[in-house]
Structures are given as C-alpha cells and as structure tokens.
C-alpha cells in the first residue's frame, strides 16, 4: 500500500498542478483593488472602533464549550495543572499501548 502511496514523481506534479491552479485563481482576482470600504470592520452590520472588534477565544468557541459541557466538567476535574500528573499519564498510557501491541504479538 506504501508503494501506490508514495511516488515523489506524483507528489511533484500534484504540488506543481496545485501551484498552478492557486496562481490561475489568485491572477483572476480584480487587479485595481485597493480596499477602501470593504477593509473596515464591521459588527452585526454597523461600523465599529478596531479595538471592539476583539473577540476573544472563548466567544468563539462558545456553542461548542455549551454543547459539550458535562464532557469538559469532568475533564476539568481530572486535570490539575502539574506537569508531573500529565507526565504520568503519558508514561501510563504509552506502557499500556506498548504491553497490548505485545501482547498482541504474542498471542498471533
């Protein structure tokens, strides 16, 4: 599967085609353009100050935080902010896939 994968040859066309086609689409674009109007921030419609126009992270992710708010409740209870409790879990489940995909070998 690797082989069909991976041909540098290939991978070099499709970089050059796709190279191509972005500079086809960026050429077709107005070439007096010069802002002015369409370059000001708007919000909900009116114009507003650039410093309003912050909206931080978690207004963005707002509905998603909302949505899944049991699943974030719980994972906030499991971390604790030390780096040595992440450590231990990395080290934790990284011995855990090591001794399944052992296991797994042995068992073939």
Same mark, same amino acid.
């Given at each position: 599967m690797y082989e069909i994968a991976w041909?540098?040859?290939?991978?070099?066309?499709?970089f050059v085609v796709i190279a191509i086609?972005?500079?086809?689409?960026?050429?077709?674009g107005k070439a007096d353009y010069k802002g002015g109007e369409q370059e000001k921030p708007f919000l909900s419609g009116n114009e507003a100050p650039k410093e309003e126009m912050h909206i931080g992270g978690s207004n963005i992710y707002w509905g998603f935080l909302h949505s899944l708010e049991g699943y974030y409740n719980s994972m906030k209870? %499991?971390?604790s902010g030390i780096i040595n409790d992440y450590?231990?879990?990395?080290?934790?489940i990284t011995a855990i896939i090591f001794i399944s995909?052992?296991? %797994?070998?042995?068992i073939k």
């Open positions: 041909q540098p040859i290939i991978w070099i066309i499709s086609v972005a500079y086809i689409i960026r050429a077709s209870k %499991m971390h450590v231990s879990w990395f080290v934790l995909l052992f296991l %797994m070998e042995v």
